[in-house]
């Protein structure tokens, strides 16, 4: 029943992305509105989140930046149900990369890259605009939906300008087979892993967090320089990308010092426009038992 639902609501999404992006962020309000207001999804979690990040605020305050924040959230849904059938003219001036020149040469000396973002902005229009504006092949590590109708209905629609995309069980079979590529590879490293007891734990907004190692891990293991997608909203619908080195040489570095240095440029980004980060995730849904003074070091 639920496949062939999906299947059904295949048109209506179709019909949607063809739909102008203004039109499409009337919709987003009322959708906002729907989901914070009455059916209240997540909004406690978001709320606590919030509460957890920024304590010196008045609850007026986090319930005015939660509210943003969903609007935010339906947009980007929206935005992304519109990726079915945006043209490559529109993406690229709606979700620019600025200065990729140092990016290029990256390329031509034969280096692969590793571009790590967290759920901010648009990550979504993030990994798609990349395959538009850099001349490395472009893989993106995504996790599959549950639905498998929706998740090949939007990994179609993700692939549509070139990119790649590789599911996240796949990552380290992919590494080991592609050690001689030269590409980019985008992942997010924001959410929180499955394995906690086996995480990199250090401060995040003061909280101490479990953070995925496999950025660090995979970049070590096979030489990749690492660079942060830092992405702004100047005005709705239109964002700006901007890739910064992290680490050209991550074999010479210390334990953590790759995890730390991604976790202090996402927190920084956020603190920028804190409406824009995903908060409805359960970030901090584990705790460590201690409280420990300095981060753990990997194994």
Known sequence: MKVWLSRAAIPLLFLLSRLPLWVLYRLS?????????????????????LRLAFPEWTESRRRRVARRYYRHLCDVAFEVVKSLTITAEELTRRAPYCDVEF??????????????????????WACLTAALFFEQPVVVVYKPLENPVFD??????????????????????????????????????????RRAEVAYWTPFFGIETPVHQGVEKLA?????TLLFVRMSMPSRGHYELHA????????????????EKHVRLLEAQIRERPELWLWSHRRWKRRRAESPSSSTPRD
């Not at 990016?103 to 979504?124: C, F, K």
């Not at 010479?252 to 995890?259: K, L, M, Y």
Request: charged letters at 30%.
């Open 103 to 124: 990016v290029h040469e990256y390329h031509r000396q034969r280096h692969s890259v590793i571009a790590v973002l967290g759920h901010y902005g648009n990550w979504e």
């Open 220 to 224: 070590i293991r096979y030489d990749q």
């Open 244 to 259: 910064e080195p992290i680490e050209e040489h991550p074999g010479r570095t210390a334990p953590g010092e790759i995890t």
């Open 29 to 49: 309000d009322v959708t906002a509105v729907v989901v914070y207001d009455l059916l209240r999804i997540r909004r406690r979690v978001t709320l606590e989140n």
């Open 152 to 193: 090949a209905l939007f990994r179609k629609s993700r692939e549509r300008f070139g990119v790649e995309m590789v599911a996240m069980k796949e990552v380290g079979r992919y590494f080991a087979r592609h050690q001689d590529r030269h590409a980019i590879h985008c992942l997010a490293a924001d959410q929180a892993p």
